[in-house]
């Protein structure tokens, strides 16, 4: 990988304020690009209407301007070449590629309900998913034979082939997934006709050139789901790096319903560079909190100073 293709992304959901993770994540992201001289771009992944602000957008972009961690591509007005880079703006791109499936045979129309995915026979695994049943499956493999009118109203379920999906995390190091027994087919569009994070996601990774995906290792299996995705569409998948969830002293994985934790607290209590000097050592980048800056912290930047946690407990 040379510097001039190296692209890095921070796509943060527009759901409320960020706190200490999110930030930690941004940070992580930032460095692995910016060390490398490659690009860095931000995606607002405001896909759920119901959830998504505008207004967190906009402290999604002034917090990490606060920090100093400044995007090369996209962000709500677009910047750089191309851009904005909005999901709630690119559901044509979205429909284009679903469309390619749905004439590929791959995807079939699925009106099973939440209720009806929880009460089958389905294996839970043990962190709650189910894997899916196959019930509306028309035929046991593809191709199946279903207009995009066939979809109306209902979801649009994309059959996953056996076999494992391995590749090397930059953190977590080898995964090797089934992904059909460890999550079965999956959906792409939903019944009332919200594009699916999965399938934005990989449309948008490809398309703007990421080369590297910084993430929570809570998205750790996902990552197997969109290198199966974005092999159907021939595409090369990024480099994933997920990084631990940041937890409160009672090991609680922060969310953004909490507040303590959250920018607007943070800002009142620290300086740019002490918030650095926190999320660094948080981050494993220094054994300290010291207030430090980013030229420092670039400077010394290597993922194998990153522990293959899945959390850190913080008593900030
Ligand atoms: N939008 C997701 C979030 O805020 C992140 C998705 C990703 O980085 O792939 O949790």
Redesign the pocket.
Known sequence: MTAENLKGRF???PTGRMHLGNMATALLSWLSAKSRGGRWLLRI?DLDPQRSRLEYAQLIEDDLQWLGLDWDEGGIDGRGSAGPYMQSQRGDIYAEYLGRLIESGDVYPCSCRRKDLLSTQAPHLADGRVVYSGRCRPAPTPPYNVSRNDFDARAARLYVAPGVIDYTDGVFGPQSVDLARECGDFILRRADGAWAYQLA?VADDALMGVTE?T??CD?LLSAAQQIYLMRRFGWQPPQYYHVPLVCNESGQRLCKRDRALDMEHLRRRFSAAQLLGELACICGLQLTPDATSLPALLSNFSWSSVPARSSIITAL
Do not use: N, Q
Request: proline fraction near 11%; glycine fraction near 12%.
């Open positions: 796509a943060p959901s992944e996601v995906v993430r929570g998205l």
